[in-house]
């Protein structure tokens, strides 16, 4: 097994990794909160800096009248087996303090620079670590005596501020509660045995602590609270002699007063029983060894807690991306595959596994079809309008049986209408298209962190999209003009034999015959009469006309039948399986071409995205090395 010295050593340093990282919370509990800790609590004037300072063996805190300690103060000790002692503030790394006066100025200064020269607290800590052989490895913190009115020069909340600032420490089920209570001052008055009641109401994470033993009156002493009459708890109370004010000022070293406390106890007629069990000495053992055999109980938790982190940090890593290589090489495979998951992300629009692509029938089944019945056709195949069409085609000389450029003008002119619906199909599905393109840039993860391959991405497969269009529009254009270049000869013949059909004849009873029946002479007068008509076409009556109309709309209907089929077929061809079978074909010949200087460009992150991808990478490294040397040193 590892022996208690390596095991709170170990946890030391992975609080102190914890802190340098700021892994101190966020959603659920955070390694730190895991790592039992041990809180000092207690009101002022207490005795905790003396109690502290003797566990420390230096002489190193502020003193003073009021509120000292501003600011909580995360001490941490590590035991070395030889050489000079010294400290270290996380806030001045790399900086070895080895006279603790200095070290009481350096806590003094850094106070005063978050909370000013005011009596006001700040619950941002102060980090220090103390590397000693007069240590037991152990982690404290310090926090401001809890007092009961708000002196001069301190706002009123101040007492609220400073109990809220304690209880965020003590409440957490990880922290180890100190609690300072002076001797002489009634154990049911004590504010720090009160606060830990509340939140620890079984004492299972209590230590109570007396001092200012050698200040009782005479006559008085404390064993019933350290012999737990007064009040219980499950761990035993702790008595502790505090360096007088005359020793403070003398400077007595602190190796002198734990010899001198010692001597107290040993010498005591009240406390003599008890003196293997009192003094700093005892307490801080005491303290390292439940802290010890804490950390053993809540190693499994703490391990399942480290690789829920490990998995949730490479998760994260594996959503933004992880580091590319430097060599032109990487970072050509690194192109490669953001384009082949953005492409992936494109077909699944266009295939219907991500929404969008259901536009582009949209396009097919409602667009397309509702513009082409908008056509003008009726009045370009009105009476009037085949009237002066046909008589234009005839010329000087009418037509004999039948107007045939009269009928090739009327659908040549319907003909053209059609270009405008066909190249608005175009339009709208290039429309579509460009925004699938934008969607699946934004929701392509891989490329998030790359805005200049993005952009690069983007700019080649609109370029893709504009040569599909114009591909697309030629192709509908001569789908177009391919009906305008060879008529359907049967239609009109079967036309022509059903105005031919003796019983259709008879049952159209058109006007034509009607003047047929007339008497010869009133043919004789009709025929003087067209003779000394000025327009040809005069001799024809409306129905010819409307007929005429009636026959060019059919043939155009079923023009417009074909073409609502073909130019879907025809956009799909040119359009939508080009982009999904070669839309970043161009952005691939680029990429061929460029050195790697241009590749390193292209793959230019997102600053803050390399700031937290080097903070997750730190992190997943604290938690691996603290899953393996805790592995290592609590079980071997």
């Known amino acids: 097994m590892a022996t208690m010295e390596s095991l709170i050593g170990l946890v030391n340093r992975i609080q102190m990794a914890c802190t340098v990282l700021g892994d101190h919370g966020g959603e659920g509990m955070s390694l730190w909160e895991a790592l039992p800790t041990v809180a000092v609590v207690g009101g002022q004037s207490s005795g905790k800096s003396s109690v502290l300072e003797s566990v420390v063996g230096r002489d190193f805190l502020p003193r003073g009248s009021g509120i000292v300690t501003r600011r909580p103060l995360v001490l941490q000790l590590h035991k070395i087996e030889r050489g000079t002692e010294y400290a270290e503030f996380l806030h001045a790394p790399r900086k070895k303090f080895t006279n603790f006066a200095a070290v009481r100025k350096e806590i003094e200064d850094e106070t005063e620079r978050v909370t000013g020269r005011s009596k006001a607290i700040s619950n941002r800590p102060i980090h220090l670590s103390i590397y000693s052989p007069n240590v037991v490895n152990l982690t404290l913190i310090d926090l401001p005596g809890l007092t009961k009115v708000a002196v001069e020069g301190q706002p009123d909340s101040i007492v609220e501020d400073i109990e809220n600032m304690v209880r965020s ?15 002489n001052q009634d154990i049911a008055t004590s504010d720090a045995i009160k606060l830990a009641r509340e939140v620890d109401p079984t004492g299972e994470r209590t230590f109570g602590v007396v001092t200012k033993l050698d200040l009782m009156d005479a006559g008085t002493n404390c064993l019933d609270v350290l012999e737990g009459r007064s009040y219980r708890l499950q761990h035993p109370w702790v008595g502790i002699v505090n360096r007088s004010q005359a020793d403070i000022n003398k400077n007595v070293d602190m ?26 000495v005892y307490l801080a053992k005491l303290l390292s060894k439940h802290l ?23 998760a994260e890593l594996d959503r ?21 998951a953005f492409d992936r992300v494109f077909k699944e629009h266009l295939d219907g596994g991500r929404p969008g692509g259901d536009r582009i029938y949209g396009v097919f089944d409602h667009q397309l079809p509702a513009a082409l019945k908008k056509l003008p056709l009726d009045r370009h195949l009105s009476a009037s309008n085949v009237r002066k069409v046909v008589s234009e085609a005839d010329g000087y000389q009418p037509h004999l049986v039948a107007p045939e450029q009269g009928y090739r003008r009327l659908i040549d002119g319907s003909l053209g209408y059609f270009k405008g619906p066909a190249e608005a199909t175009v339009d709208a599905v290039h429309f579509v298209l460009k925004e699938l393109v934008r969607k699946s840039m934004a929701e392509t993860a891989e490329l998030k962190r790359f805005p200049s391959l993005q952009a690069d991405i983007a700019a080649a497969a609109n370029e893709s999209l504009e040569k599909f269009r114009d591909e697309s529009r030629k192709t509908v254009s001569r789908l177009v003009e391919m009906e305008s270049s060879y008529l359907t000869v049967e239609f009109f013949r079967k036309i022509h034999e059903s105005d031919n059909n003796p019983r259709e004849s008879r049952d159209d009873k058109n006007p034509r015959e009607s003047r047929d029946n007339k008497n010869p002479r009133e043919s004789r007068d009709d025929k003087h009469s067209n003779r000394s008509a000025p327009n040809p076409v005069d001799r024809y009556d409306d129905y010819h006309f409307r007929k005429i109309g009636s026959n060019v709309s059919a043939y155009i209907g079923m023009v417009c039948d074909t073409l609502r089929n073909t130019i879907p077929k025809a956009v799909v061809y040119c359009q939508v399986r080009e982009a999904r079978r070669s839309l970043l074909n161009l952005f691939y010949a680029q990429i061929g071409r460029k050195e790697k200087e241009q590749l390193g460009k292209m793959l230019d992150e997102d600053p803050s995205l390399m700031e937290k991808r080097e903070t997750l990478s730190k992190r997943l490294q604290l938690y691996k090395s603290a899953r393996d040397e805790i592995d290592s040193v609590a079980w071997k």
Do not use: W
């Not at 420490?169 to 001797?183: H, Q, R, T």
């Not at 040993?266 to 003094?279: F, I, V």
């Not at 010890?292 to 490479?314: C, F, G, M, W």
């Open 292 to 314: 010890e055999t804490v950390i053993r109980q809540k190693i499994p938790s703490i391990i399942a807690l480290i690789n829920k982190n490990i998995d949730e940090i490479n």
């Open 320 to 340: 933004i991306g992880r580091p590319i290589g430097t060599d032109g090489g990487a970072q050509l495979y690194t192109i490669l595959e953001m384009c082949r």
């Open 169 to 183: 420490y003590v409440e957490k089920p990880n922290c180890i509660i100190l609690a300072i209570s002076p001797a």
């Open 255 to 280: 190796m002198a007063a734990r010899r001198k406390e010692q001597e107290y106890f040993e010498t005591s007629p009240d406390y003599g029983h008890l003196a293997p069990k009192m003094g700093s």
